[in-house]
């Protein structure tokens, strides 16, 4: 198993050792608590781009509906917060098995279907969602199914917070441990058996078929999980904010959303990570630093896609690295090249 | 021993294979003919990815075409493609593994199995991301995949494509020892004739999706019906007298 597990393995588990590190306990010491809230924004966002690492990253099916399902994830964890009492550890996997059921349910065609029509159907499937939540409004403690009332009378209770997770920071922390846990069961997923047999789908249907992978059941798996990950940080979203709006859960967002975790880079769940900072923290720096508006990040992420689709395909995740190595290279050039130019000069 | 009964395969309009009867009796069983003849269709039907109009494979008494396609794997087919389908961005070992885990074979042997392979097939780096591999070595991942976890069939669709002679060969030794190692019965296809007759005791002929020939790799190599449908001699000659006559008029 030695020359299986080698370097790499270590170098990448200290590397995340030391990034829980300092977002557990760096972070909350440096910065005050509207960073701290977009910290934990980050987070949230980074499990949603990770959703998507699942589905075009790993099997190669596109799907154009998991912002919407965010907002599945976001209403039902309001719902089921005001219909039952229930720990919210139990909460949040209560939450991300109804997600897991609606995004199966959308993610259906991709059975038959592939490519541009599977992006269509699921673009369609979010127009759908995004339509019946603007209907129905988000839960607030009201009765009936939306548990939807007229907040103007005022009263309303917020959603609740874990219990050691009341405070900014406390809240904060608690998601960063929850995500991290997510991508924990995503990383097993890669590295096991579902993860061999969605690389075998990627790389060829009929291939795949003659290996004897059941292809219908591994995409609706793809599917489930990608779907219960959104779902879960749709329930850590709703506690996040207590209340929620339709306003918010726009359809473009979900284009804006695979934009950012193509960037980011798709096929690792590194670039998850870069995805979530791109999409929370860098418009939250540049409208607090230097007051840049919103909708300057649509066209720079526009640029970064053409960037992306030209000449990166794997994203900043994976062209940093090579950039910095690249640079290191660079620096260091007039340092190394001495002794070789001394030995040539006789 | 597989046994092939009035298979036909019929694509709008087209009749990729026509009423074949054969038998592939164990061991290692060439399947050749001219490009179109019909074998790779074959070979899709056995993988179950056409449906035919007609007929039945009946596999080690087992009905091949009342099987689920991707339950063929566990049963113990396996099969190779014309072009490369090993996962780049999957090791050697993984690549083996994946198919050792939809097989028959249970998880206890997983690991001395899958190195077993890829040590039979002459690979010594387990570890290799398959992306970074070479030609030779990326199909030698596939016959890795095709011989690991309790095989019964192995269609091998020309597995040295493109390799130059001293790696066919290579190919070849690996390939000879399949039946007696696994039990398993290999269907070669291939345009390499030396590479055939060096591994196939026994060889079919397709031509234009009929049977033409099959016997005795020795006996179906001189068949005169079958060098014709190689060298195709009647159009040949035609062509030769044409090319005759266009030369001897050009002057006049």
């Given at each position: 198993m030695n020359r299986l597990l080698g370097r790499g393995v270590l170098v990448r588990g200290a590397a995340i050792l030391a990034l829980m590190l300092v977002a557990l306990f760096a972070l909350p010491a440096w910065f005050d608590t509207s960073w701290i809230d977009t910290f934990t924004s980050v987070a949230i966002y980074a499990v949603?781009?990770?959703?998507?690492?699942?589905?075009?990253?790993?099997?190669?099916?596109?799907?154009?509906?998991?912002?919407?399902?965010?907002?599945?994830g976001t209403w039902t964890g309001l719902r089921l917060n005001y219909l039952v009492d229930l720990p919210f550890p139990l909460l949040l996997l209560a939450t991300g098995a109804v997600t897991c059921v609606v995004g199966v349910v959308i993610g259906l065609p991709a059975l038959r279907l592939s490519g541009l029509f599977l992006a269509l159907i699921?673009?369609?499937?979010?127009?759908a969602i995004t339509l019946v939540l603007r209907t129905l409004e988000f839960p607030?403690?009201?009765?009936?199914?939306?548990?939807?009332?007229?907040?103007?009378?005022?009263?309303?209770v917020p959603m609740v917070r874990p219990s050691w997770g009341t405070s900014e920071v406390g809240f904060y922390r608690y998601t960063v441990i929850v995500c991290a846990l997510v991508f924990l069961l995503a990383l097993a997923h890669f590295v096991l058996k579902p993860g061999r047999a969605w690389a075998a789908i990627r790389e060829s249907e009929p291939a795949a078929l003659a290996a004897g992978v059941n292809i219908t059941l591994y995409k609706m798996w793809a599917f489930a999980l990608a779907s219960f990950m959104t779902g879960v940080a749709g329930c850590l979203l709703a506690s996040q904010v207590g209340q929620t709006t339709p306003q918010p859960f726009l359809l473009t967002n979900n284009l804006l959303l695979i934009a950012t975790a193509m960037i980011g880079g798709i096929f690792t769940l590194w670039g998850a990570v870069v995805a979530g900072v791109l999409s929370k923290l860098v418009p939250f720096f540049l409208q607090t630093e230097w007051g840049v508006g919103q909708y300057w990040l649509t066209i720079i992420f526009g640029l970064g896609m053409l960037q992306v689709l030209l000449t990166a395909p794997g994203g900043i995740a994976e062209q940093l690295p090579k950039d910095l190595a690249n640079l290191a290279r660079l620096v260091s050039r007039p340092f190394r090249k001495r002794p070789s130019a001394s030995k040539e000069t006789p | 021993m597989i046994e092939v009964e009035g298979l036909t395969v019929r694509f709008a309009g087209v009749t990729p294979i026509d009423d074949v009867s054969v038998v592939f009796p164990g061991g290692t069983c060439g399947l050749i003919g001219p490009n179109g003849a019909g074998k790779t269709t074959f070979f899709n039907v056995l993988s179950g990815f056409v449906k035919p109009a007609a007929g039945s494979i009946r596999a080690f008494g087992d009905d091949l075409l009342g099987m689920v396609d991707f339950r063929r794997a566990r049963w113990g087919l396996r099969r190779t493609f014309q072009t490369e389908q090993a996962i780049e961005s999957l090791s050697v070992f993984e690549n083996v593994a994946m198919i050792h885990e939809h097989s028959k074979a249970g998880r206890a042997t997983r690991r001395s199995d899958v190195l077993a392979a890829i040590e039979y097939v002459g690979l010594d780096e387990p570890g290799a991301t398959v992306g970074g591999l070479d030609a030779r070595d990326r199909r030698l991942v596939e016959l890795a995949r095709a011989v690991v976890g309790r095989p019964r069939v192995?269609?091998?669709?020309?597995?040295?494509?493109?390799?130059?002679?001293?790696?066919?060969?290579?190919?070849?030794?690996?390939?000879?020892?399949?039946?007696?190692?696994?039990?398993?019965?290999?269907?070669?296809?291939?345009?390499?004739?030396?590479?055939?007759?060096?591994?196939?005791?026994?060889?079919?002929?397709?031509?234009?999706?009929?049977?033409i020939a099959s016997g005795l790799t020795t006996d179906v190599l001189r068949d005169e019906q079958v060098i014709r449908a190689y060298l195709g001699t009647e159009e040949l000659d035609d062509q030769v007298l044409g090319a005759e006559e266009h030369v001897t008029e050009e002057p006049a």
């Open positions: 949603v781009s990770a959703g998507l690492v699942v589905l075009y990253g790993k099997v190669g099916m596109i799907s154009l509906g998991q912002f919407a399902l965010l907002a599945v699921t673009l369609m499937g979010a127009g607030n403690g009201g009765g009936g199914f939306s548990g939807h009332r007229d907040s103007d009378l005022g009263g309303v | 192995i269609l091998l669709d020309e597995p040295a494509a493109g390799l130059p002679d001293e790696e066919t060969e290579h190919m070849a030794t690996v390939i000879q020892g399949i039946p007696e190692r696994l039990g398993a019965l290999v269907i070669l296809v291939d345009h390499d004739m030396s590479l055939v007759s060096s591994c196939c005791t026994t060889t079919a002929v397709l031509d234009f999706g009929r049977l």
